[in-house]
């Protein structure tokens, strides 16, 4: 039973050619009826000539809905000339109106439903009844015109349902293209993120450890205390370079359970002092001063200005030369956080602070400015007048919109 309702609904036509066929024999069985009667005027010829037309009509409704309207009215004129009664086989016109109605142009639904409003009126008209009173013949034509404006209003509301559930498909479609857009936008977001938070740990930690293996292998011989003390430190050093690893894979490991204090917090303003004596330790002089009075800042804030100053001292020890010192000045503002970091050295290659670096470096700038982004606020980088690289940069204390 499914296969013969998915065979009729692919072969539409088939099936109209089929009602067309039980059409044509009723109004045969009409016309033949009527050619007896003692008032019929009309010819048997005409009479089934014009009701195979019109079952034609009903056969080909759907594959040519405007040109099928058009002999649906040449039909009708042509019963009104030839004195042609109706029959059976007029079914046809509220067929075809129904159809331009609900899928043909919009000039065939107009023309369609002007004439079913006249079809009745044009009926009494023609084929009166003498002996009936006016009121009666107006109530006739009354009658024989609903058939036809409640065939256009339904093919009219179908199309209407159509366009309906067409528009929501499109909306839906537009909709999930969207979300795949956001996701894609926030996968990208996220990877951008844990790739500056990455670039953040490994940079500063890295260099630390390298500058200590490299004092530590210079006097090992000569003052191994400071050897074993500069290897303390490039143990101590890794492990905090472990810890905030640990914590960056603790975000991607999406759906596990992890037992608590397994990953440290986000790095704050407060931990800048701690970072400062790690980059005294490291042999990089450090001047870090705090102005203004401290005060709990935003997380997103506090983890932006503790990145500024990590990566502006890492890049102060691998820019700014062997004998370079750096300042460090945070000063609170009412509505805002001040950064200021400057260093004496022989600052950064023009084209890392510039164009963001040529095969693969300055990602520190680039991410410096992104974050500096996030939270609305303003970065500043360049070259000291007198020597040396300095870093501004200004956090407000509102969330950007």
Same mark, same amino acid.
């Given at each position: 039973?499914?296969? %013969?309702?998915?065979?009729?609904?692919?072969?539409?036509?088939?099936?109209?050619?089929?009602?067309?066929?039980?059409?044509?024999?009723?109004?045969?069985?009409?016309?033949?009826?009527?050619?007896?009667?003692?008032?019929?005027?009309?010819?048997?010829?005409?009479?089934?000539?014009?009701?195979?037309?019109?079952?034609?009509?009903?056969?080909?409704?759907?594959?040519?809905? !405007?040109?099928?309207?058009?002999?649906?009215?040449?039909?009708?004129?042509?019963?009104?000339?030839?004195?042609?009664?109706?029959?059976?086989?007029?079914?046809?016109?509220?067929?075809?109106?129904?159809?331009?109605?609900?899928?043909?142009?919009?000039?065939?639904?107009?023309? *369609?439903?002007?004439?079913?409003?006249?079809?009745?009126?044009?009926?009494?008209?023609?084929?009166?009844?003498?002996?009936?009173?006016? =009121?009666?013949?107006?109530?006739?034509?009354?009658?024989?015109?609903?058939?036809?404006?409640?065939?256009?209003?339904?093919?009219?509301?179908?199309?209407?349902?159509?366009?309906?559930?067409?528009?929501?498909?499109?909306?839906?479609?537009?909709? !999930?293209?969207?979300?795949?857009?956001?996701?894609?936008?926030?996968?990208?977001?996220?990877?951008?993120?844990?790739?500056?938070?990455?670039?953040?740990?490994?940079?500063?930690?890295?260099?630390?450890?390298?500058?200590?293996?490299?004092?530590?292998?210079?006097?090992? &011989?000569?003052?191994? &205390?400071?050897?074993?003390?500069?290897?303390?430190?490039?143990?101590?050093?890794?492990?905090?370079?472990?810890?905030?690893?640990?914590?960056?894979?603790?975000?991607?490991?999406?759906?596990?359970?992890?037992?608590?204090?397994?990953?440290?917090?986000?790095?704050?303003?407060?931990?800048?002092?701690?970072?400062? !004596?790690?980059?005294?330790?490291? *042999?990089?002089?450090?001047?870090?001063?705090?102005?203004?009075?401290?005060?709990?800042?935003?997380?997103?804030?506090?983890?932006?200005?503790?990145?500024?100053?990590?990566?502006?001292?890492?890049?102060?020890? @691998?820019?700014?030369?062997?004998?370079?010192?750096?300042?460090?000045?945070?000063?609170?503002?009412? &509505?805002?956080?001040?950064? %200021?970091?400057?260093? &004496?050295? @022989?600052?950064?290659?023009?084209?890392?602070?510039?164009?963001?670096?040529?095969?693969?470096?300055?990602?520190?700038?680039?991410?410096?400015?992104?974050?500096?982004?996030?939270?609305?606020?303003? =970065?500043?980088?360049?070259?000291?007048?007198?020597?040396?690289?300095?870093?501004?940069? %200004?956090?407000?204390? @509102?969330?950007?919109?």
């Amino acid at each position: 039973m499914q296969r %013969l309702y998915d065979f009729l609904r692919r072969h539409p036509t088939w099936v109209d050619s089929f009602w067309a066929v039980v059409l044509f024999g009723l109004s045969c069985v009409s016309v033949t009826n009527l050619s007896g009667a003692r008032n019929y005027h009309g010819s048997l010829f005409a009479g089934l000539t014009i009701s195979a037309v019109l079952c034609v009509v009903v056969a080909l409704r759907r594959r040519m809905p !405007e040109a099928m309207l058009l002999v649906a009215v040449a039909m009708g004129l042509a019963q009104l000339v030839l004195d042609q009664q109706p029959v059976a086989a007029d079914f046809a016109m509220l067929v075809i109106i129904f159809t331009v109605a609900a899928d043909g142009a919009r000039w065939a639904s107009r023309v *369609g439903l002007i004439g079913g409003l006249c079809a009745g009126t044009l009926a009494q008209t023609r084929w009166a009844d003498h002996h009936a009173s006016p =009121l009666s013949t107006v109530a006739v034509a009354v009658f024989q015109t609903v058939p036809f404006a409640l065939a256009w209003v339904l093919g009219d509301s179908l199309r209407t349902r159509r366009a309906y559930l067409a528009q929501l498909e499109e909306r839906a479609a537009r909709l !999930e293209k969207e979300r795949e857009a956001q996701a894609k936008v926030a996968v990208a977001a996220e990877r951008a993120r844990i790739a500056r938070e990455l670039h953040d740990v490994v940079a500063h930690n890295v260099s630390v450890m390298v500058v200590q293996a490299d004092g530590a292998a210079y006097v090992l &011989d000569t003052a191994p &205390d400071q050897a074993r003390k500069a290897l303390e430190t490039i143990s101590g050093t890794g492990r905090q370079a472990l810890a905030e690893m640990r914590r960056l894979l603790g975000v991607l490991r999406t759906g596990e359970h992890t037992e608590a204090g397994e990953y440290v917090p986000q790095p704050d303003v407060e931990q800048i002092d701690e970072l400062v !004596e790690q980059c005294r330790s490291a *042999g990089l002089p450090v001047d870090f001063k705090v102005e203004g009075t401290p005060r709990p800042l935003p997380s997103g804030v506090e983890l932006t200005a503790y990145r500024i100053v990590q990566e502006a001292l890492t890049n102060t020890r @691998k820019h700014g030369g062997p004998n370079a010192g750096a300042s460090v000045r945070l000063v609170y503002f009412d &509505d805002g956080l001040g950064l %200021l970091v400057e260093d &004496d050295g @022989k600052g950064a290659p023009h084209e890392l602070y510039e164009e963001g670096g040529a095969d693969g470096q300055g990602h520190g700038l680039i991410g410096m400015r992104e974050r500096v982004g996030m939270v609305g606020g303003t =970065l500043d980088a360049g070259p000291r007048p007198g020597g040396g690289f300095r870093i501004s940069a %200004l956090l407000p204390l @509102k969330p950007a919109h």
